[in-house]
């Protein structure tokens, strides 16, 4: 199901009904706004995200590799894949080796109504014996004041696919935003998935390699968004494999292929 079909869902679903809401929705809705704009023609749009950048350089390795570096490398390798395969659409949050706040890659995703979002890492860790490639969404269970704070905003529909909402009540546009961000959530668990399967036989890959976390990168609340870790730092044959552009490119084009397979899902 198209992430912009859950506003249509939410329509129909009894908990509003019984919640007294679907009346304000449905007149919002059918009254004064037509259907969600969709987007038809264009390929899917990613924007992968490169970690880190200028006086932030992230992890540093056991012989100096930088994760800033890494990261735009590889994003870039990643891009170049899937652009030459002429399916996607790509988009990166940074070209240069340029800071860059978690919010503002964040906002970059959903203000050019990504299908995709990839935020592209190499950590450390304290056991030099931790290596390998490994997934992560947000966590169901962390804090999120970055979805709190945008859902209680008056402009609640500028993060609402398609849907003017401001005539709702606030109540209803809490719910649609819980909706979408749900929906965002379930939709990056079953791309992480695809793509931890698609990489697993050609890479290394982490222990329990499907993770979630509390990444306040991933707080898109209209996109589904996804962490890569692509091996770390503090490993020997990681950072050899992840400093060699060789390598690297191999693990930039097996990612892309990955994240290719794992759009339609
Ligand atoms: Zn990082």
Redesign the pocket.
């Known amino acids: 199901m198209k992430r912009r079909d859950v506003l249509k869902l939410a329509l129909g679903l009894p908990f509003l009904l019984s919640a007294g809401s679907a009346d304000v929705l449905a007149a919002a809705l059918a009254e004064k706004h037509p259907k969600p704009k969709l987007k038809p023609g264009l390929p899917p749009l990613i924007v992968l995200d490169p970690?880190?950048g200028g006086h932030d350089p992230?992890?540093i390795g056991l012989r100096g590799g930088y994760?800033k570096h890494i990261?735009l490398d590889i994003a870039q390798n990643i891009a170049n894949r899937l652009a030459a395969g002429g399916r996607h659409r790509v988009l990166l949050t940074r070209s240069r080796d340029v800071f860059l706040a978690l919010s503002a890659r964040a906002k970059l995703a959903h203000d050019k109504q990504a299908d995709l979002f990839i935020s592209i890492?190499?950590?450390s860790a304290p056991n030099g014996e931790a290596r390998g490639i490994s997934a992560y969404t947000l966590s169901e269970t962390a804090s999120d004041k970055f979805a709190a704070a945008i859902a209680t905003r008056e402009n609640a529909s500028d993060y609402l696919t398609g849907v003017d909402v401001a005539a709702a009540d606030k109540e209803v546009a809490a719910i649609l935003f819980d909706l979408t961000r749900r929906h965002s959530l379930n939709a990056a668990l079953a791309k992480k998935a695809r793509i931890v399967s698609l990489i697993g036989s050609n890479l290394t890959l982490l222990e329990n390699p499907k993770r979630s976390a509390n990444f306040a990168v991933l707080k898109v609340p209209d996109v589904p968004s996804i962490l890569i870790?692509t091996g770390f730092l503090s490993n020997t044959h990681d950072e050899a494999l992840l400093t060699n552009p060789t390598a690297r490119k191999r693990i930039a084009v097996t990612l892309a292929d990955a994240i290719a397979g794992a759009i339609t899902v």
């Open positions: 970690g880190h992230g992890a994760e990261t890492h190499a950590d870790e």
